[in-house]
């Protein structure tokens, strides 16, 4: 009885596993054959997560030789905008072409004594469509730039880098900023323009050419080939600029915007840009000659320009970049944007204010109001020039080993006029205007991936001196808690 009971339990037991099993295998069959049909819309392609992981490995070796140039220029420009190319080209290191509307197979190449980068001819457009009305239909071969430079074939290439004659570039902030990014995904890289009005009327979401773009190389090979096809479907539009970025926009990409990219549709002084530079690396300038050159005192924009590159070859990462610290003894404040210029304010000057532009410069084109705003984080000059700062320009770095010294003199002694004028704001007893300079102590900045992923400002200390006409700074990576405020 005991065991008859026994047994029936058992069965009941066995009955019971043997049912939900079926309705497990059930369940299963019929979810899985769910989950193909929702899949089946969806077509299979390899996960991408695999190189997000190797972000680190991948990106700490992109260096300079894994960057392919295509510099648009033409027989016009040419032969003075190479002095541009010059400043920041490296020969034994770079790779690339400047892509020319004339035959240079019989140019003497050596005559550029090997200081420039290879000339390429471009190839004929005459069959491309271009229909903008009183534009340059030289625009498609500045565009077929990206699929000719594809095709120059060279190997190991991680990104394709396209500026103008007039753009130049901080090569070593350039891979820096780029190592940031995984070469094997798609990216277009670059800035839209400081003009608002150019990006109303062209786009808030191109790369502008001038400011110079960087495509992943994954990403080029397949625009290169869908390259003649697409242009001829934008003919209505203006630019190159604007056909690359509409035929990346057909591949599904869109800009990935790095503040150290700039276009400059400005004119004047661009001095505030310059002095309130974004927490970012700069990575390139454009316009060079038609902006102002941007130390005063030297007149050409050349040279000017090689002078602010003698500061960058002691620290690139750190060209231009904004510390601000404060004089608690005669309550100073003091903007410093590293070897360019330092602004003394004989005043309290809050740190946003200062973190903000000043609209030192003037609008790219004249006529329409709307063309006076920019993009850009900005604050009036000053027009009481009695409560300007005192603006201390670069004259000399030297470094030893990883210090280095940056030394900035006082911009209007230089000057009679300008002495003369600041002779009636009234005097208080100790002003800035008396320095004769401002020595800045720095370590060599090193960036890291982490650093560019989440940038902090370094800070800055005023030192004790006993020179009333010497200032000395030093800046350094701020405390885990510290604060950039006036401590009153
Ligand atoms: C350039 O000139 C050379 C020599 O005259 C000629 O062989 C070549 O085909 C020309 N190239 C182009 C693109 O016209
Ligand atoms: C690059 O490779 C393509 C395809 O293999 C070839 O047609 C083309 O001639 C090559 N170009 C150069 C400059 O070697
Ligand atoms: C300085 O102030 C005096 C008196 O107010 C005035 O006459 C003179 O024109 C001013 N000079 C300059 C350079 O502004």
């Not at 550029?112 to 390429?120: A, K, S």
């Not at 940056?406 to 230089?414: D, E, M, P, Q």
């Not at 006993?466 to 405390?479: A, D, P």
Request: with cysteine.
């Amino acid at each position: 009885m005991h065991f008859l009971q026994e047994f029936t339990k058992s069965r009941s037991h066995k009955i019971v596993i043997l049912i939900s099993s079926i309705i497990l295998i059930i369940y299963l069959i019929v979810s899985f054959a769910l989950v193909s049909r929702f899949n089946s819309k969806l077509p299979h392609y390899s996960s991408s997560l695999h190189h997000i992981s190797h972000l680190e490995d991948i990106s700490s070796a992109t260096s300079l030789d894994h960057i392919v140039f295509g510099i648009a220029s033409n027989k016009v420009s040419w032969n003075s905008r190479k002095e541009f190319i010059r400043l920041w080209w490296k020969p034994k290191q770079m790779r690339g072409c400047v892509f020319l509307d004339y035959n240079t197979t019989l140019l003497d190449q050596d005559n550029q004594h090997d200081l420039l980068p290879p000339l390429c001819t471009s190839a004929d457009t005459t069959g491309f469509l271009y229909t903008y009305r009183g534009g340059l239909r030289s625009a498609i071969r500045v565009a077929r730039i990206v699929s000719e430079t594809v095709a120059l074939n060279h190997t190991d290439v991680r990104w394709f880098v396209f500026a103008d004659d007039d753009t130049v570039f901080f090569p070593e902030n350039l891979v820096k900023v780029l190592s940031k990014y995984d070469h094997e995904l798609w990216y277009y890289i670059g800035s839209n323009s400081e003009s608002f009005s150019q990006n109303t009327f062209f786009s808030f979401d191109m790369a502008y050419g001038g400011a110079g773009f960087a495509i992943s190389y994954p990403l080029a090979k397949v625009l290169a080939k869908t390259f003649d096809s697409c242009i001829d479907r934008y003919s209505y539009l203006y630019g190159s600029d604007g056909r690359i970025s509409s035929c990346l926009a057909e591949l599904g990409v869109s800009l990935t915007k790095e503040p150290g990219f700039h276009q400059v549709d400005m004119k004047g002084d661009m001095f505030g840009l310059l002095a309130a530079h974004p927490l970012a690396p700069l990575i390139s300038l454009h316009h060079l000659d038609i902006v102002n050159p941007i130390f005063p005192y030297i007149e050409s924009p050349v040279k000017a320009l090689e002078h602010l590159y003698e500061a960058a070859k002691h620290d690139p990462h750190r060209i231009i970049q904004q510390t601000v610290c404060y004089d608690m003894y005669f309550s100073w404040t003091v903007s410093i944007s590293w070897g360019y210029a330092v602004q003394v304010y004989a005043r309290h000057v809050p740190l946003p204010y200062l973190l903000r532009a000043q609209k030192t410069f003037k609008p790219f084109k004249r006529g329409k109001r709307m063309n006076n705003n920019f993009n850009i984080d900005m604050r009036e000059y000053e027009s009481d020039r009695c409560r300007r700062a005192v603006v201390f320009y670069m004259d000399r770095v030297s470094s030893e080993k990883d210090e280095i010294q940056s030394v900035y003199r006082n911009s209007i002694l230089r000057s009679r006029s300008k002495k003369l004028l600041h002779a009636n704001c009234s005097r208080i007893p100790a002003s800035p205007l008396d320095l004769e300079e401002i020595r800045v102590f720095s370590n060599k900045f090193e960036l890291n991936v982490k650093q560019l992923l989440a940038p902090r400002r370094q800070c800055c200390d005023v030192l004790p001196v006993t020179n009333s006409e010497v200032m000395e700074i030093s800046l350094r990576e701020c405390k885990v808690e510290e604060l950039i405020y006036m401590h009153l």
